[in-house]
């Protein structure tokens, strides 16, 4: 599975929605995803790669970790798991 | 209804190791946050805290008492020391029969559970101390101090997170004014700084990697501390007969939940506290020159209380002072009430407003005056102090001086 989809996969459950109905453009928000969903989402995100997110929910705007999209979040995803490889 | 007053107060926190200490360092805006030292701090991404240092548990307790007292039972019995000493009340007879203890905890003997977890779950033992139990469990610190004072009457600890204390405390103001007791012995103990308590607050997301800055625009998150603060409520005709040294008087309490959010604070909740606390206390607005803040240091917390604390006070709020000692001590969890009630307690004896210190940028979501970096001279008549939990449950105690 891609890291595409594992991160919609992940987001998706959290959602409570099919894979389908998560867009690559729709934020958290437009998901109903509130901000204990976000860290919870994170956290699985980070157990699903073996990855640490660089977030801190006090200023999710500063964090090197721009969670304002899916394609964001998936994006930030993609780069964290390229430099762990690297 | 009984007047009821603060006769004795003990403290230990990452600040000091006595009251005067401690308030010394409030005044001079001094920061007792720093890097944590224990077991595989390396692992943690936080790695600060206002962590109790200089402090040796072996010596002050004798052997079988060090198998029986967690850290924050310590902390209790250090901090009640001093409360009772300055009190100078003798529990014998009628009063030691209904005086009792209430105390605040979050976690109680955390460091012990997490001691002990490692030594099964890690170490592969199969075998642990006879003592965990009586030694973790949440009454242990209310448990010694009764015992170790002769208080014989209504003791308990209340479990409220980060509200714990002044749950507690208001629980204790209770009993005095309402006379079932001439005096109790009451406040808040907390040690979560070890490697399983900093680590699960970590997975939350709400902890700064490096200071706490209340009401700045710029904070980033809460950070941990641990101590104790132990008081004597008394009342008041019993304080004054015996001529004790009267620190201030405890005019009122609220408590409200809000019935919303098990982490994410609500306007509506903190301000039914603050606003029950006054009309508790028969006090209107106006007659209020300080508020000890919850001011946690997270973006949420901070903003919400401000608005809150405008709703309440409407164009009073500009005039007031309300300051985080937090910045200073660390954020205390389930003691955190009691240690900042010395700050309200030096507002109103002393005059001097603690600062909020690691103020750097303006807010304008939290645009009231929240005696930034140094402390300040002010005459103050009435101080809230206010402690807004996780679980949305807030505890406000309003204070006199005397």
């Not at chain 1, 157990?47 to 660089?54: C, G, L, N, Q, S």
């Not at chain 2, 079988?64 to 001093?82: G, I, P, S």
């Not at chain 2, 399983?196 to 990697?209: I, N």
């Not at chain 2, 132990?230 to 001529?243: D, P, Q, S």
Request: with cysteine; proline share 3%; charged share 20%.
């Amino acid at each position: 599975m891609s890291i595409k989809d594992k991160v919609i996969g992940i987001i998706a459950e959290q959602a409570v929605l099919e894979p389908s109905d998560v867009t690559m453009d729709s934020t958290l928000e437009d998901l109903g995803i509130d901000s204990l969903g976000l860290v919870e989402s994170i956290f699985a995100i980070e157990e699903a790669f073996d990855i640490t997110v660089p977030f801190n929910a006090n200023e999710p705007e500063q964090s090197d970790f721009d969670i304002s999209s899916v394609s964001a979040i998936i994006a930030g995803i993609e780069k964290l798991v390229t430099e762990q490889d690297a | 209804m009984n007047r009821v007053v603060i006769t004795g107060a003990g403290t230990i926190n990452a600040l000091g190791h006595t009251v005067p200490a401690t308030l010394d360092a409030m005044k001079e805006g001094h920061c007792g946050i720093s890097d944590l030292e224990f077991r595989d701090v390396d692992r943690l991404a936080i790695k600060i805290g206002g962590q109790v240092k200089g402090f040796e548990a072996e010596g002050r307790f004798n052997r079988q008492q060090m198998t029986l007292y967690d850290r924050f039972t310590q902390f209790t019995l250090v901090a009640a020391e001093e409360a009772m000493a300055q009190a100078g009340l003798e529990f014998v007879g009628e009063l030691a029969a209904k005086a009792g203890v209430v105390l605040g905890t979050a976690g109680g003997g955390v460091s012990t559970w997490d001691d002990n977890y490692r030594a099964v779950y890690e170490e592969g033992k199969n075998r642990v101390h006879p003592f965990v139990v009586p030694k973790l469990m949440n009454n242990a610190a209310a448990s010694h101090l009764s015992m170790k004072y002769n208080l014989k009457g209504p003791t308990f600890t209340v479990s409220t997170a980060c509200a714990s204390s002044n749950h507690a405390m208001s629980q204790a103001f209770q009993i005095v004014r309402s006379g079932m007791s001439k005096a109790m012995v009451t406040g808040g103990s907390e040690s979560m700084l070890c490697f399983g308590g900093v680590k699960a607050w970590e997975g939350l997301r709400v902890m700064s990697k490096d200071a706490c800055r209340p009401f700045s625009a710029n904070r980033n998150g809460m950070v941990q501390g641990e101590g104790a603060a132990i008081f004597v409520f008394e009342e008041y005709e019993h304080a004054k007969a015996r001529g004790a040294d009267i620190l201030c008087e405890v005019v009122g309490f609220a408590m409200t939940s809000d019935a919303s959010d098990i982490v994410m604070p609500s306007k509506q909740g903190a301000a039914r506290a603050m606003s029950g606390a006054l009309q508790d206390a028969g006090i209107n607005a106006g007659q209020v020159g300080y508020i000890n803040a919850h001011g946690t240091g997270t973006a949420a917390n901070d903003k919400t209380e401000c608005a809150a604390v405008a709703d309440v006070f409407g164009p009073h709020a500009d005039k007031l002072m309300i300051s985080s000692t937090k910045a200073m001590h660390g954020h205390l969890i389930g003691a955190t009430g009691a240690v900042e009630l010395l700050a309200c307690i030096m507002a109103l004896r002393e005059g001097v407003v603690a600062p909020t210190i690691g103020y750097q940028e303006f807010d304008p979501e939290c645009a009231l005056d929240v005696v930034p970096n140094d402390a300040r001279e002010a005459k103050i008549d009435f101080a809230l102090s206010n402690a807004f939990a996780f679980g949305g449950l807030n505890a406000v105690l309003a204070l006199k001086k005397v």
